[in-house]
């Protein structure tokens, strides 16, 4: 009792154990309450220990705390991705890992060499436009009869048809309408493809729809042409209906040089008929007539007369003029080139291999994995490259290359391909979508500046100008979109840029276009093909 009544007053706080308050503050985290402290009672001990005492019971519990706090996080770390992994997960998480790898030149251009070793030819896509009922699907019958796509026993399957249908004359056309309704109307509907091959080139035929219903058709087959061959009927009342204001002959030359087709080769078809043949040979008068008629309306499309155009008579029925040349007894006055000898000296474009890769999806489907079918418009494509597909960014291998229904190691540049890729579902891909390199990937845009030709307008709507609603084709892409801006009108003489507020047909202007949904397209300086 006197030792207490000797001790000074005890302090408020102990300025040595500042910690306990925030030790405090950390205890509810740790899940454990604080016991409540308990009423102070007189010890003997001094205020020097009680304060040290104090300290270290401080220390203690800030440890403990520390102890329990990271404890928590160690217990909390493997639940946070619980989800299980699904294979297509674990095969994304590979692709991407891939995909930080440099372009190897020198591997591409080793792939390029090894496959000009195995097949040096070149392969071209060529598609058949013209009006309806011209020849198209029969010339493309007849080619593949003449090259061995098509047995004997097959054609005289067709002919028997045909003769039930009483269309005799259809009979070649089956080969490349294989749908019942086309062969029943006599049209073709869908883009007709077929493969044939010659000493110097591979090529694609695209069958076009001629009727003026199918435009659209007939625009995805031209979109991916190198060259087309335009089927002109010389039989009576045939070729003025198809020429004149609103025929097929004439919308379809006009599109195949809006998308890029460069060479034009004008097949003067049925000059064997009986409306124009005399005495069982072909009519010059009338062959001229043709081509008399068509070199003005074709240069005004764009075409070069003497560079871009070549005109050749032939019979695609009995395949007259197309790889063998028509005897003198049938047609004396025609000594040039047949459509084979024609189609082998065709100048294309040359594709640098080692450009970034660009093929626009046109079409995919499910086999063993996600297939994907286009034309590679630039690069080489390789076994276990990693690509990109936009405009959804998603990275996927390549697991299988197809090159003409044969599996390749690679392929270049124009080639018509189906890629097996993993890294994406089926869902994931869509016509109008661009797979493409991961180092310099396609442009994404909704909003560009292009210059346009105005062909036609409607009826109903005459003048074009900011506003202007419709559908644009793109290689494989068909969104609506609106114009925006009219930058300037062209003079069509002086090339001249001038101020307008609107145009009307026949006209040439800039313009700026807006689509609803981003889109992936090239300019037309780094690759044409894309960008038109």
């Not at 979109?223 to 004149?244: N, P």
């Not at 450009?355 to 994995?369: E, H, Q, S, T």
């Amino acid at each position: 009792q006197e030792q207490q009544q000797q001790q000074p007053p005890p302090r408020p706080a102990v300025p040595a154990a500042p910690e306990p308050p925030a030790a405090q503050e950390q205890q509810p985290r740790s899940g454990t309450p604080e016991p409540p402290a308990e009423p102070e009672q007189p010890t003997s001990s001094s205020p020097i220990s009680d304060a040290a005492a104090a300290e270290d019971g401080a220390d203690a519990a800030a440890d403990e705390l520390a102890r329990e706090a990271e404890q928590l996080k160690l217990d909390e770390q493997p639940k946070t991705p619980r989800t299980p992994r699904t294979p297509r997960a674990d095969k994304a998480a590979e692709v991407a890992a891939e995909s930080h790898t440099p372009v190897d030149q020198g591997r591409i251009m080793e792939a390029y060499n090894k496959l000009m070793a195995e097949d040096p030819r070149d392969h071209l896509n060529v598609v058949f436009i013209g009006h309806v009922d011209a020849g198209k699907s029969t010339l493309g019958g007849q080619i593949l009869f003449l090259t061995g796509g098509v047995d004997k026993r097959t054609i005289e399957k067709y002919e028997r048809e045909a003769k039930d249908k009483n269309r005799e004359s259809w009979y070649m056309a089956y080969i490349m309408d294989t749908n019942e309704e086309e062969r029943v109307k006599g049209i073709t509907v869908e883009v007709g493809r077929a493969k044939f091959e010659t000493e110097a080139r591979r090529y694609t035929i695209l069958d076009a729809p001629g009727h003026k219903n199918y435009v659209p058709n007939m625009i995805m087959g031209a979109a991916q042409a190198d060259v087309a061959v335009l089927v002109i009927s010389s039989r009576k009342g045939e070729y003025e209906t198809g020429f004149e204001k609103g025929g097929q002959t004439r919308e379809h030359a006009q599109l195949a040089k809006t998308l890029g087709v460069v060479k034009l080769i004008v097949v003067v078809n049925k000059l064997d008929d009986h409306s124009v043949a005399e005495e069982g040979k072909w009519s010059q008068a009338r062959y001229d007539e043709i081509v008399k008629g068509l070199t003005p309306f074709l240069k005004q499309c764009g075409y070069n007369p003497k560079k871009d155009l070549t005109f050749i008579p032939i019979s695609a029925l009995h395949g007259h003029n197309v790889k063998e040349r028509v005897g003198s007894d049938v047609c004396p006055w025609y000594n040039g080139p047949t459509l084979f000898e024609t189609l082998d000296t065709v100048e294309v474009q040359q594709r640098e291999p080692t450009a970034p890769f660009r093929m626009p999806i046109v079409d995919k489907y499910r086999d063993m994995g996600t297939m994907v079918m286009g034309k590679s418009e630039a690069g080489l494509v390789q076994l276990g490259d990693t690509l990109q597909v936009m405009p959804n960014k998603l990275h996927v291998k390549v697991e299988a290359i197809y090159r003409d229904e044969q599996e390749s190691n690679a392929a270049p540049a124009g080639e018509n391909l189906r890629l097996r890729i993993s890294g994406a579902e089926e869902g994931d891909v869509a016509t109008g979508f661009v797979l493409c390199s991961i180092s310099d990937p396609v442009p994404l845009v909704s909003t560009f500046e292009c210059q346009l030709v105005i062909l036609e307008l409607l009826e109903h709507n005459p003048i074009f100008t900011v506003g202007y609603r419709s559908v644009l084709h793109i290689h494989t892409i068909v969104e609506e979109c609106e114009v925006t801006k009219l930058v300037h009108a062209v003079d069509m003489k002086t090339k001249e840029p001038k101020k307008v507020k609107y145009v009307k047909s026949g006209a040439m202007c800039v313009c700026r276009i807006t689509m609803e949904k981003p889109a992936c397209i090239e300019t037309f300086a780094d690759l044409p093909s894309m960008g038109r």
